[in-house]
């Protein structure tokens, strides 16, 4: 099995900065992109931004300066550093991995259970 672990949501007001975690652990042969994407109530999931190991980055174009992506390769794990967050960042954070499992011959998307980002104003 494979699980994605976040944490680092919560609530903040608007200017403020987050910093959201994701560890992937369980029987993970090779990680490929992992990312984070977000919801927000009545919305459809976007991507926020994305990194691959070979460390290409990919952000939103309404995060393009504010947040970063980084990872741990060492550790299977991705972080999203959140700064001037504004009220339209509100929404639930996930957690993506597109890896591939021991014993299994093709990657797949994988997801974790999602973090709480709220930005008052």
């Known amino acids: 099995q494979v699980q994605l672990v976040e944490s680092g949501g919560g609530l903040v007001q608007a200017g403020g900065s987050l910093r959201l975690s994701c560890a992937a652990s369980?029987?993970?042969?090779?990680?490929?992109?992992m990312g984070w994407y977000r919801q927000a109530p009545g919305k459809q999931r976007e991507l926020v931004a994305s990194s691959t190991s070979a460390g290409s980055t990919n952000y939103a174009d309404s995060v393009k300066g504010r947040f970063t992506i980084s990872r741990d390769n060492a550790k299977n794990t991705v972080y999203l550093q959140m700064n001037s967050l504004k009220p339209e960042d509100t929404a639930l954070y996930y957690c993506?991995?597109?890896?591939?499992?021991?014993?299994?011959?093709?990657?797949?998307?994988?997801w974790g259970q999602g973090t709480q980002v709220t930005v008052s104003s």
């Open positions: 993506n991995a597109y890896l591939l499992r021991r014993y299994y011959s093709s990657p797949a998307d994988y």
């Open positions: 369980g029987s993970i042969f090779s990680i490929n992109t």
